[in-house]
């Protein structure tokens, strides 16, 4: 099946070539880190995590999000969603693999990643964080291959791998919560220190996670011959429309919490982020309103039937969930919570040129799997004649 | 009838929780919450877990100052300018710690603070102006429940049975993970290659000061450790040492006193009795094991 990948046209080849530039790019980049240090990057003494880890959350929830689309196929039978199980999986592989990447260029001793395993320590989020991971790409590697061999050989899919998927949906709400765990049970961090970190992830995880999906749909449809369907598209709308003012609810639920308790420890993060710590601006203020705008931007697209059944309207607002929701985990959760530091002391942080390479050829690395997974997914369908909607 | 037979369940239920583990008559007497606490002897879960995984203290020589709680007490109002600056300088110099010109990449083991800093949470604008310009010295605080510990991943970050909190500079990968979990931000990361060496092995310009104490390479964390390796030797620290020397000059009180929290005779009792002390953001639970008399 694997050898479909490798059947295309000019158009997937130029795009697997753009891919591999990139992602050699910030290889070399990476190299020169590996060499010299994490010092090349933005990151600080105060600001110990940044882009990186930032990015390793975002994706963890757009992985996570896969269960949106299985979830409502194997539990509910909502047959529509049969067309684009695989997709979303193969969606969640990529973001997976993405997610293990920015932890590796993370490591300031990548070459001792292994001492996890050597040494495990189960009083370590971050120890149950490489299980849950490692565990959750295996299932979506191992359910989507098998659905989508099954699906080739024009049989349905073999009964054992039904204990696997069920498995999987668990599995996928455990990947956020384990991660939301990482910051949430910090003592003196006060912006991270909330129990509704882990219900706040998951919400812009279903949102972000689901809205990729949509824009992925939208291009398969444009450049194959597979239509993920618009029905199928239209759900993963309403999907969107939920978990986005889901996750806004959680947000304003946080914004009283802190801001009604005056407790200083947990507002002075708030005050960084969105109004400058002292009256001090910063880079990320602008860019915090300009999120929460894009999400409210959303909000307003995606409530009123009329927009939202409008493809081209809902995919604007696909983009803006992604934005909006990619600045507030991707950048702000990370950066907010270490500044001010423990002592009260502000160190700013923006990703370096180097920093930004790396990241930009990890998400390459993500898409390019996306890439030939989703030429094998659609050139299956197209073969057993689930070309058209 | 029903009032008899749901009093009998209720027996029926907790004796058979307490037939596992202690005799039924001892666990009746005492509520479950009572007899867990017991049982761990009032620790919480997360501090005895930490402190089952302790690790042999090494070969001790016959000279080797133990104790089985080490902690530290800064009298803040002995200290002034110099003598904190003399304890960062000796600590610095004989653990090999780098002097890096940029401030996002300094490594810090011991330094001064100024109050609303070092006690952010105890500060307001009335406090004795001399008070505020005092140099708080600030380290590792070797918590009795340290959250480094709970977070590392490896194991990499340990606590040692006399209660210092430890690195293993050879098992550490450097996720930073309990840089976020320090909430005295006491732990430096090695952005660059702290001791450059070109490639006959030499050292490119500086040499580390201190040829007993290992220099460490880049992407692990550090911090202070109370001096390990001087006690294993019979010595105090050397923070602590410098801090006496200079007081004794001066004709002040130590600034800093250290010894076993176990011992009611220890010289860190006996000013713990005498002054009243405070610890950093004792809200959190960590326990430190540095004592701050303001």
């Known amino acids: 099946m694997l050898e479909k990948a490798f059947i295309g046209e000019r158009k997937y080849w130029i795009l697997v070539a753009c891919l591999l530039g990139i992602m050699g790019v910030g290889f070399i980049m990476w190299l020169w880190q590996f060499r010299v240090g994490l010092g090349i990057t933005g990151m600080s003494r105060d600001v110990s995590w940044g882009f990186y880890i930032g990015q390793f959350t975002y994706l963890v929830g757009v992985a996570a999000a896969g269960v949106m689309v299985v979830l409502p196929y194997y539990i509910h039978h909502y047959k529509a969603f049969g067309r684009i199980t695989v997709l979303a999986e193969f969606m969640a592989i990529g973001a997976v693999s993405m997610c293990l990447l920015f932890i590796l260029v993370d490591l300031g001793n990548p070459v001792r990643a292994i001492n996890v395993i050597l040494h495990p320590t189960p009083n370590s989020i971050l120890f149950w964080d490489m299980i849950v991971l490692n565990g959750y790409l295996f299932l979506n590697v191992f359910i989507g291959w098998n659905v989508l061999t099954a699906e080739r050989k024009g049989s349905p899919p073999p009964g054992w791998i039904k204990p696997f998927i069920y498995l999987s949906i668990p599995w996928a709400i455990s990947i956020h919560t384990v991660t939301a765990f990482l910051y949430a049970g910090l003592p003196g961090r006060g912006f991270w220190l909330t129990a509704v970190m882990a219900p706040r992830f998951l919400a812009s995880a279903f949102c972000a996670g689901p809205a990729l999906l949509i824009l992925l749909c939208v291009i398969v449809r444009k450049t194959t011959k597979f239509d993920p369907g618009k029905e199928q598209i239209q759900t993963l709308g309403s999907i969107v429309t939920y978990a986005l003012i889901l996750n806004v609810f959680l947000f304003v639920c946080e914004l009283f919490t802190v801001f009604y308790s005056q407790i200083p420890g947990h507002m002075h993060h708030f005050h960084y982020l969105f109004f400058g710590h002292e009256g001090h601006g910063n880079h990320l203020i602008p860019l915090m309103w300009f999120a929460f705008a894009c999400m409210t931007a959303a909000i307003i697209l995606l409530v009123p039937s009329v927009t939202r059944r409008n493809e081209g309207i809902l995919t604007v607002a696909c983009v803006l969930v992604l934005i909006g929701t990619w600045i507030d985990k991707g950048l702000g959760l990370v950066v907010g919570g270490f500044v001010p530091n423990p002592l009260g002391k502000i160190t700013e942080y923006w990703p370096t040129v180097p920093e930004a390479l790396i990241t930009l050829g990890v998400w390459a690395t993500g898409f390019l799997i996306i890439s030939l997974l989703y030429k094998v997914a659609t050139s299956v369908k197209v073969e057993v004649g689930a070309g058209e909607a | ?294």
């Not at chain 2, 879960?45 to 089985?68: D, N």
């Not at chain 2, 002034?80 to 780098?98: S, T």
């Not at chain 2, 250290?258 to 405070?278: C, K, M, N, T, W």
Request: aromatic share 8%; charged share 25%.
């Open chain 2, 1 to 294: 009838m029903g009032v008899n037979r749901r009093k009998f369940l209720k027996i029926a239920g907790i004796s058979t929780l307490g037939a596992a583990a202690v005799p039924a008559a001892n666990a009746l007497a005492m509520n479950p919450i009572e007899w867990l606490d017991k049982q761990l002897g009032g620790f919480t879960p997360s501090e005895i877990l930490l402190h089952m995984g302790h690790k042999p203290t090494g070969l001790k020589s016959r000279e080797a100052l133990t104790a089985k709680r080490w902690a530290m007490v800064v009298n803040v109002r002995q200290l002034d300018e110099e003598i904190a600056e003399a304890c960062r300088e000796i600590c610095h110099k004989i653990h090999n710690v780098p002097h890096i010109k940029n401030p996002k990449h300094e490594i810090k083991w011991i330094w001064a603070e100024h109050y609303e800093h070092a006690l952010p949470g105890q500060y307001h604008e009335h406090i004795d102006e001399n008070l505020k310009k005092l140099p708080f010295l600030v380290m590792c605080n070797h918590c009795f429940n340290a959250p480094c510990c709970r977070v590392c991943p490896t194991k990499a970050t340990f606590k040692r049975k006399d209660g210092i909190v430890l690195m293993d500079m050879h098992r550490c990968i450097g996720c930073r993970f309990c840089m976020a979990a320090c909430p005295f931000g006491a732990r430096s990361f090695n952005w660059i290659v702290p001791w450059p060496r070109a490639e006959d092995g030499k050292f490119e310009g500086k040499e580390p000061p201190s040829p007993e104490f290992p220099t460490r390479s880049k992407g692990v964390v550090e911090k202070c450790n109370f001096c390990a390796e001087r006690l294993a030797k019979g010595q105090i620290p050397a923070c602590v040492e410098a801090a006496q020397e200079l007081c004794k000059k001066k004709g002040r009180e130590p600034a800093l006193v250290f010894g076993d929290l176990e011992d009611p005779d220890s010289e860190v009792r006996q000013v713990l009795r005498s002054h009243y002390a405070i610890r950093r953001k004792p809200e959190l639970g960590s326990k430190p094991n540095v004592y701050y008399i303001v």
